[in-house]
């Protein structure tokens, strides 16, 4: 069978024709790599300063202590070791944290991805094929031949504008924007733990109010009968003391219900099925309060602290990015390419010197004319990044606002509980002398029917108010947020000394 190489010379002239062929290639490949790292076009991002009022907060009370550190584990103020616990099972358990672990991973996976772009690309291939060639061709017609092929191509694009560098900047701030959103699951989630737990602690008080009340107004009932009996009271003063009892026992039902919905919110948020917590919260506890000050931090923490700013300005460092890599295109890209192979139509020969091939050499893409697409990309860019800026300033305004309407409500509250311990003092005293006055007939039962109402309603809004006293405090605490700590287990710094390599 006659032999055939294509596309390729003897063994010794291929190693003659391969020196020259080197040289240049290699000479290219060094006049690009001195000029590699000289150019980074687009702007360089530059963290925005944000200055906060000098009257911000406007709610300084003593109440409010600086201490950063308890901030990230803020319901540890409450003492309460079952909130603890159940804070723990959600950080492992709940499925939105997952679903927001799972994009970090995305998130990273896309920056190693954009981060390869830095290393050649090298692909291997191999042929068998068999063909017949035509009659009327002339060299070789009608002959049969077999094909045999097998090499390497490989391709590495020369960062010499910043393209794949301001890429990779890009990749990095959404990574880091990706960790942003898990810290700002675990905010909200702890905050939602808490509040449900609380409401669930809040139900219990103001239940057991309730049927402190009926307890009481079972007396007055029992009381009005005997003296109907012996014709010392009226059919009206029975009729009435029915109807506060019943009122009172219609409250009941409402108050279970909103209690097993809060308890199947926190199996919900713990990753559990409902009811699978209802034992261990029906085992009635007080209302948990700190019993010191209220570790907040300072105003400036919170632009430091708060997942969803810290977001914003990392989204507003990788739409800085793309702005380089918009610009990019406006210059030449130059990549260095290779192939190397065995080719031959003749199995034997495959493996031998002159079956050898190859080729190296820079490569020159430019973007001449375009019609003028490259600059509206860029300007596309500069919109975005200045949307991206404004949301972050918009960002920031809206932090100050939340966490100045909770000091506040926080604050006023905790006056509200204080007057409302006072009033369900003094609404205890007037039932107690009411009910003693009617017995002995100095006084009408209506005294008592308003003694009792007060005292009912004056409890129930107390129990409300020491929850909300405590709900205010995770408000506090979730608006600031607290509950995580910044930068824990982010790897993405390295990428962002990665992508200023090019500098």
Known sequence: MRK??????TASKSRKAGSFIFLPALLSLWILFAATGCMKVGPNYVPPET????QWPTVPDPAFAVEEEMIRTWWTVFEDPLLTRLVD?????NLDLKTAVARVREARARL?????GYFPGVDADGSVIRQRTSENVGLRAGETLTFYRAGVDAGWEIDLFGRISRSVEAAAADYEASEEDRGDVLVSLFGEIATNYLTVRTLQARLASTLGNIESQKEVLELTQSRFRYGLATGLDVAQAEDVLASSQAQVPPLRSELNQAMNNIALLVGKAPGSLREELMEKEDIPLPHTAVAVGLPADLLRQRPDVRRA????AAQTARIGVATADLYPAFSLLGTLGLES???????TAGSRFYSL????????FDGGRIRSLIRVADAQTEQALHQYEQTILRAMSEVDNAMFAYVEEQKRLEALERSVEASRRTLSLAVELYREGLRDFQSVLDAQRSLFNQENQLAQSRGSVAINLVSLYRVLGGGWAPGEGREAGEHREQARGGE
């Open 112 to 116: 190693d991805f954009a981060a390869g």
């Open 4 to 9: 055939a190489y294509a596309g390729t010379v």
């Open 361 to 368: 050499g820079p490569r020159l893409r430019w973007s001449i």
């Open 89 to 93: 099972e959600a950080a492992e358990g």
């Open 51 to 54: 200055k906060l009022p000098s």
């Open 345 to 351: 139509i003749d199995a034997g020969d495959f493996l």
């Open 313 to 316: 300005e990392r989204q507003l």
